[in-house]
């Protein structure tokens, strides 16, 4: 009989591509996803939902990949900063973080793009208290907020047609 820690094959998408690993039921997809696939842009900071930092979006909703267990993303598509732009392609908003200074140390800044992905998709033009509302989930020690809610909200005025995600087209 399988014992509690026996490896479970999942099967999922990541930044469109199939992704399949044996993983053990108690692993999170922040584990699996840094610590399996090599997907080290999605950041382990709290491990217990409060920071953010480990923001990806899943199926269409941002969550915290340290609070979903690997099994919960069995036929899910799971979408990482590495899928969002490369230094060669940016995405928009990460070209408006680098113009508006929204970036320090840059501990936060996955989570914090994948967040603002996220609600730019279900709200072409958020206000700025919807954005606030939006990244309220992410925390940063070092920019004070306003340059990334400007970086939002610069993005979120322009042609939406560019926020298309990269998924390596
Ligand atoms: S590492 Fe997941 S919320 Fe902090
Ligand atoms: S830029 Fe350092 S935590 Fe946000």
């Known amino acids: 009989m399988a014992g509690k820690e026996d490896k479970v094959l999942l099967r999922m998408k990541v930044n469109g591509e199939e992704a399949e690993v044996a993983v053990k039921p108690t692993w999170t997809l922040l584990r699996v996803l840094r610590e399996e696939l090599g997907f080290t842009g999605t950041k382990k900071g709290c491990e217990q939902g409060d920071c953010g930092a480990c923001t990806v979006i899943m199926d269409g909703k941002a969550v915290n990949a340290c609070l979903v267990l690997a099994l919960q993303a069995e036929s899910k598509e799971i979408e990482t900063i590495e899928g969002l732009g ?47 509302i939006g990244i309220s989930g992410n925390l940063c020690r070092c920019t004070g907020y306003t340059k990334i809610i400007k970086a939002i909200e610069s993005v979120s005025q322009k042609n939406r047609e560019a926020l298309t995600p990269f998924r390596g087209q």
Do not use: W, Y
């Open 86 to 132: 490369t230094a060669d392609a940016l995405h928009p908003l990460q070209k408006s973080f680098i113009e508006h200074g929204a970036v320090q140390c840059g501990f936060c800044t996955p989570g914090m793009l994948m967040s603002a992905e996220a609600l730019l998709r279900e709200n072409r033009k958020p206000s700025l208290e919807e954005i606030k």
